[in-house]
């Protein structure tokens, strides 16, 4: 049966100046096979990579920048130095809450300040958080900072954060710093407090609750009054100062040093 005879049967007629059924779409589809050696054989184009000194000099300067991926739950910050020694593995846990308290003079700025150095000296940024308002013991001093190992040029400070606002402010900074030094307002509500414990642990940050923390903590360093030495009866200078730390980690005692 003929191309006419077929068209028939379907009801529709060939029209003789095209040679094509009526209300049909017609799409040509052309194929070319080409041989190796055909004169008509044209070469796909593609993209090599360059291979000139600036390319290689790119890929040299990305490759000093890459690092093998690492899980944060899978790393700590290590702590040089006495707290170091006492906290366990010798560190800080990503995505973990440490809560430091101790009265003015005891040198719990100086263990909240060491630890903000443990991000730093990893090449990672530290932010603290002062409130609105607070006394000398809230207050954060550039060179204490210096002395403690914290470099200055990756250190944020927050100076006067609203109470209303604090926990946004920590909230955020949680987001996008390694360790965050919040100084903790009073009455704080424990929803609060909980959501930027869950904040941290989501974002792989550390936050270093700094005073009454009233929620749970992963590690807990509380300080005693300090004592100086190097005065021999109101003579000589002050030459060191014994610090009397305690660290608890998940509600037990784990060291102490004094």
């Not at 609060?192 to 869950?198: M, S």
């Not at 730390?245 to 060291?255: I, K, L, Q, S």
Request: overall charge positive.
């Amino acid at each position: 049966m003929d191309a006419a005879s077929r068209a028939g049967i379907r009801g529709h007629a060939i029209r003789p100046e095209t040679g094509r059924l009526p209300y049909r779409t017609y799409v040509r589809y052309r194929a070319r096979c080409m041989s190796g050696t055909s004169a008509n054989a044209v070469a796909p184009v593609r993209d090599l990579p360059r291979r000139d000194a600036e390319a290689r000099a790119r890929l040299r300067a990305v490759a000093t920048h890459t690092q093998p991926f690492v899980a944060a739950r899978d790393r700590r910050l290590p702590v040089a130095g006495t707290i170091g020694e006492l906290l366990p593995a010798g560190g800080v846990q990503r995505g973990s809450t440490v809560a430091v308290k101790g009265s003015s003079g005891s040198g719990s700025t100086t263990v909240a300040l060491t630890l903000a150095a443990a991000a730093t000296s990893a090449g990672e940024w530290a932010a603290v958080v002062d409130l609105a308002g607070s006394s000398a013991r809230g207050a954060l001093g550039a060179r204490a900072a210096a002395e403690a190992g914290v470099e200055l040029d990756r250190l944020a400070v927050v100076r006067n954060a609203p109470l209303d606002r604090w926990g946004a402010v920590v909230a955020a900074l949680l987001d996008g710093v390694t360790l965050v030094v919040a100084a903790v307002p009073p009455r704080l509500r424990l929803g609060d407090a909980r959501r930027l414990v869950a904040r941290a642990r989501e974002r792989g940050a550390v936050l270093v609750a700094f005073g009454d923390w009233p929620v749970e903590a992963a590690v807990r360093v509380r300080t005693e009054r300090a004592a100086w030495r190097g005065l021999d009866r109101g003579a000589g200078l002050l030459e060191a100062r014994d610090l009397h730390v305690e660290v608890e980690v998940n509600g037990r005692g784990f060291a102490r040093a004094g």
